[in-house]
């Protein structure tokens, strides 16, 4: 059985950091894209970040750029997200997503079930 779980969300100060990890397990996803998405109360899905099946092409949406990094562990089978600089805004649930070439709602792809962050002034 495929399981996505992602881990390291909680309450922060703003500008302070957090490093979400998520594990997957039941198959091997070395050769797949994988990434983040996040999701505020009353908003839609939002893109957050992937990278590539080698660690070597990074993606990220506009409004975290220069402030998250992405990153994966293909032995591990798992990817990290390392947020800093963090807002009042970049308070969601945060899910982790693997699938062969582009990922997002509306893919073919796995989803865990999500992580809490807060971010409080």
């Known amino acids: 059985q495929v399981q996505l779980v992602e881990s390291g969300g909680g309450l922060v100060q703003a500008g302070g950091s957090l490093r979400l990890s998520c594990a997957a397990s039941?198959?091997?996803?070395?050769?797949?894209?994988m990434g983040w998405f996040r999701q505020a109360p009353g908003k839609e899905r939002e893109f957050v970040a992937t990278?590539?099946?080698?660690?070597?092409?990074?993606y990220y949406g506009e409004s975290v750029k220069g402030r998250f990094t992405i990153s994966r562990d293909n032995a591990n089978n798992t990817v990290y997200l390392q947020m800093n600089s963090l807002k009042p805004e970049d308070t969601a649930v945060y899910y982790c997503?693997?699938?062969?070439?582009?990922?997002?709602?509306?893919?073919?792809?796995?989803w865990g079930q999500g992580t809490q962050v807060t971010v409080s002034s």
């Open positions: 997503v693997v699938g062969r070439g582009t990922v997002g709602p509306g893919t073919p792809g796995y």
């Open positions: 039941g198959r091997s996803f070395s050769s797949y894209t």
């Open positions: 990278v590539s099946w080698s660690g070597d092409d990074t």
